[in-house]
C-alpha cells in the first residue's frame, strides 16, 4: 500500500487541524490503520489506531479527548482530526497501515508507512 498524507501546517495553540491520508495500492478497507508522530529528536510515537471498519479505535492519553481518528473506507482515506493543539504536538505524522484487521499501538505492527506531514503548533 502507498501511503500519502497532507494536512499539516502551521497553527497557533488552541487551534485545528485534519490530517488525510489517501491509500492506494491493496485493498485499504482489509487493514487497520494508525497515525504516529515524530518530534525533533525524539522517537516516533503511537497517536492513534483504528480497525478495519472504523469500529475500535484507541489513543495515546496525550490527545485522548482532542484528537479522533476516521476512516472512509469508500474513498480509501483515513483522517486525523486535531483538536486544542498544543506546542506539544509539533512534530511529523505518519499514517501507516497495519498488517490485520485489529487496532494496535505497537509501531512493529504497521508494514506500510507515508512520508508524513508536519504539524508545527505555535505557542
Known amino acids: 500500500v502507498q501511503l500519502q498524507a497532507s494536512g499539516g501546517g502551521l497553527v497557533q495553540a488552541g487551534g485545528s487541524l485534519r490530517l488525510s491520508c489517501v491509500a492506494s495500492g491493496r485493498t485499504f478497507s482489509r487493514y487497520a490503520m494508525a497515525w504516529f508522530r515524530q518530534a525533533p529528536g525524539k522517537e516516533r510515537e503511537f497517536v492513534a489506531t483504528i480497525d478495519w471498519d472504523g469500529t475500535d479505535t484507541d489513543y495515546a492519553n496525550s490527545v485522548k479527548g482532542r484528537f479522533t481518528i476516521l476512516r472512509e473506507n469508500a474513498k480509501n482515506t483515513l483522517y486525523l482530526q486535531a483538536n486544542n493543539l498544543k506546542s506539544e504536538d509539533t512534530a511529523v505524522y505518519y499514517c501507516?497501515?497495519?498488517?490485520?484487521?485489529?487496532?494496535?499501538?505497537?509501531?512493529?505492527?504497521?508494514?506500510?508507512w507515508g512520508h508524513g506531514t508536519l504539524v508545527t503548533v505555535s505557542s
Open positions: 501507516a497501515r497495519g498488517r490485520g484487521v485489529t487496532q494496535s499501538d505497537d509501531r512493529d505492527y504497521y508494514d506500510d
